[in-house]
């Protein structure tokens, strides 16, 4: 049973999309729209299979093909929710580093990685955009989007590492600084909770449904 609080908040399946080459290779993956692999595909049909029984009004994704495909497994299993592109999910514009292989990253540009590690929160890509900018953008979309609902509503939203990272620091009051206390993986599910324009999460990253489809 939700708690009283809980019932009067609409509730968000906040998800990232499966596996690519690229992240299986370690290279930056930002706006550069890069498919799923088979093992992505493999994961997002787990993490579909898992939510086929909950009652969703809507599924909201970034348009990028990864996070389409996964929400469109979502879907499979609900016909009649409407699916929407939404452009303010997007990944972070990494700019510059977008396709570049992270160890080659590192020996080329160690100034800025040092940075990126102490203070990353303000740190714009050359290029691109800062957390604390993504973070601004996804905040935002998520305030237009949730207006749409009433309590008790659940929404799905099918994203990326660095968005899904900046909506989990804001819903933990957690800095930005610190996002890498928070982890994302492939095929992850949140659990948050939108009431007015208060976010809270009470479940990040539950990847269980993963480790059961290795046991099939």
């Known amino acids: 049973m939700p708690n009283s609080r809980q019932s009067s908040a609409i509730r968000i ?24 692999n088979q ?15 909950e009652r969703l009004v809507a599924i909201y994704s970034s348009p990028l093909t990864r996070a389409m495909e996964t ?8 016909p009649s929710t409407p699916l929407f ?6 990944e972070m514009d990494l700019g510059e580093f977008d ?5 080659r990253w590192a020996q080329r540009f160690p100034d800025f990685r040092k940075r990126w590690l102490e203070a990353p929160a303000t740190l714009k890509m050359p290029g691109g955009e800062s957390l604390q900018e993504v973070q601004n953008r996804v905040v935002d979309t998520l305030e237009r ?3 749409n609902y009433s309590p008790e509503s659940t929404l799905l939203i099918s994203s990326h590492n660095f968005v899904n990272l900046t909506i989990l620091c804001h819903a933990s009051e957690i800095s930005l600084d610190r996002f890498r206390e928070l982890k994302q993986g ?3 599910l949140n659990v948050l909770y939108k009431e007015g324009r208060k976010l809270w999460a009470e479940v990040i990253n539950e990847q269980s449904h993963l480790e059961k489809e290795k046991e099939i």
């Open 39 to 53: 093992e992505g595909v493999d994961q997002a049909q787990a993490l579909a299979r898992a939510l086929k029984n």
């Open 71 to 78: 929400a469109r497994l979502v879907k499979a299993f609900h």
């Open 145 to 147: 989007i949730t207006q």
């Open 85 to 90: 592109e939404e452009p303010g999910l997007i």
């Open 13 to 36: 399946l906040l998800i990232r999309h499966g596996e690519t080459e690229w992240n299986k290779i370690h290279r930056f993956q930002g706006r550069i729209d890069v498919p799923l």
């Open 99 to 103: 396709g570049m292989e992270v160890q």
């Open 186 to 188: 492939n095929a992850a």
